[in-house]
Nanobody, 120 residues
Framework: QVQLVESGGGLVQPGGSLRLSCAAS????????VSWYRQAPGKERELVAA????????NYEDSVKGRFTISRDSAKNTAYLQMNSLEVEDTAVYYC?????????????WGQGTQVTVSS
């Protein structure tokens, strides 16, 4: 059974930090790239950060550059999003997505999301 399970969300004050985890099971995680998305109330889901299957390439949305770090530990089948200097505008539900392109097309899996609330 394929699963992606996010954890680590919560309530934090502005300027604080959180580390989100995305634990994968039921598929070959090391063959998949991983992205973190977020969706704030009333807004569309947006891409926050992405990491290649090997971990050698990362990309970030402009507003989180220098504050967020995406990483992965394929031995643990887990990806992470370290979020520092959090701002009220970072409040959203955060989702991880694992995806892979092959000759058969695009395969992807989503997690259920974890709430991050930044508030004083």
């Amino acid at each position: 059974q394929v699963q992606l399970v996010e954890s680590g969300g919560g309530l934090v004050q502005p300027g604080g930090s959180l580390r989100l985890s995305c634990a994968a099971s039921g598929f070959t995680f090391s063959s998949y790239a991983v992205s973190w998305y977020r969706q704030a109330p009333g807004k569309e889901r947006e891409l926050v950060a992405a990491i290649s299957s090997t971990g050698g390439v990362t990309n970030y949305e402009d507003s989180v550059k220098g504050r967020f770090t995406i990483s992965r530990d394929s031995a643990k089948n887990t990806a992470y999003l370290q979020m520092n200097s959090l701002e009220v505008e970072d409040t959203a539900v955060y989702y991880c997505k694992a995806y892979r392109a092959s000759v058969n097309g695009l395969t992807y899996y989503w997690g259920q999301g974890t709430q991050v609330t930044v508030s004083s």
